[in-house]
């Protein structure tokens, strides 16, 4: 059994596209600057395992694999306890840019079982995992200098 889950969102940060692409694309250093992003690990040149856990005490073990990482779109498949994709579209707005999130994933075992009559709560759990990618990427993005 598998359930299905769109998220979508869109932000501006005040800097140009090409640092924040360089941000995106650098999986490896999400945790310094995504709070829910508790640990990546290298896989390959375009692969990584990434551990994230938002508000719920509830890890998810993900592997994510670069479908895309020239701007305008940033975009990864991921697979482990979620299976679809995740995409950030960059456009350049004044000085700054700005990001149009979407992700389409399906899950399975406990988050299927638990999205039934807790959906509600797993989506404010995203929402609460989009809250720090949304600050710490506005944050890093400001820092001077290239991306760390």
Not at 28 to 55: F, I, N
Not at 70 to 93: M, N, Q
Not at 107 to 129: D, F, K, P, Q, T
Request: aromatic residues 8%; charged residues 20%; neutral net charge.
């Amino acid at each position: 059994m598998r359930r299905s889950f769109a998220f979508s969102d869109s932000w501006v940060v005040d800097a140009p596209v090409d640092h924040v692409a360089a941000v995106l694309v650098d999986l490896e250093h999400y945790p310094r600057w995504w709070p829910q992003v508790r640990a990546v690990a290298k896989l390959g040149p375009d692969t990584a395992w990434v551990r994230c856990r938002s508000t719920l005490p509830y890890t998810l073990d993900l592997v994510l694999d670069a479908v895309s990482r020239t701007p305008p779109v940033v975009e990864v498949a991921i697979g482990g306890d979620l299976a679809g994709y995740a995409r950030f579209t960059l456009t350049a707005d004044g000085g700054g840019t700005r990001l149009d999130f979407a992700q389409e994933v399906t899950v399975g075992g406990l988050l299927a079982l638990a999205s039934y009559g807790g959906r509600r709560v797993l989506e404010w759990n995203h929402r609460r995992m989009m809250a720090g990618c949304r600050a710490g990427l506005s944050g890093t993005t400001s820092e001077p200098g290239p991306p760390a």
